[in-house]
């Protein structure tokens, strides 16, 4: 059964930075990760996705600002988030796909498995 665990998420000042962890448990063949976010009362929007052979597509409006990074080895992507703004408040989650293939790394309805979510609250 596919698993996944995410955490980092808090309360932090504007300007302020995060750093999000997510573990993929119990992986069955390749796969690619993305992480996203939903704000009460708002749509569930993609934030940053990274295939196997290390593509990489973010959303504009965290472009600059995110960085995601994977550790293969231990099937571990991580959300460096910096320069946090107030709107960047919401339910983060991170996501899996079983798939060769990755195209459209940050289109949330291409994804099969969903961690819990972790809460990150930007205060002004």
């Known amino acids: 059964q596919v698993q996944l665990v995410e955490s980092g998420g808090g309360s932090v000042q504007a300007g302020g930075s995060l750093k999000l962890t997510c573990v993929l448990k119990y992986k069955y063949g390749p796969y690619c990760m993305g992480w996203f976010r939903q704000d009460s009362g708002k749509e569930r929007e993609g934030v940053a996705g990274i295939a196997g052979d290390g593509t990489i597509e973010y959303a504009e409006s965290v472009e600059g600002r995110f960085t995601i990074t994977q550790d293969r080895s231990k099937n571990t992507i991580y959300l460096e988030m910096n320069s946090l703004e107030p709107e960047d408040t919401a339910m983060y989650y991170c996501?899996?796909?079983?798939?060769?293939?990755?195209?459209?790394?940050?289109?949330?309805?291409?994804?099969?498995?969903w961690g819990q979510g972790t809460q990150v609250t930007v205060s002004s």
């Open positions: 996501a899996a796909r079983i798939s060769s293939t990755c195209a459209y790394l940050v289109r949330w309805r291409l994804y099969e498995y």
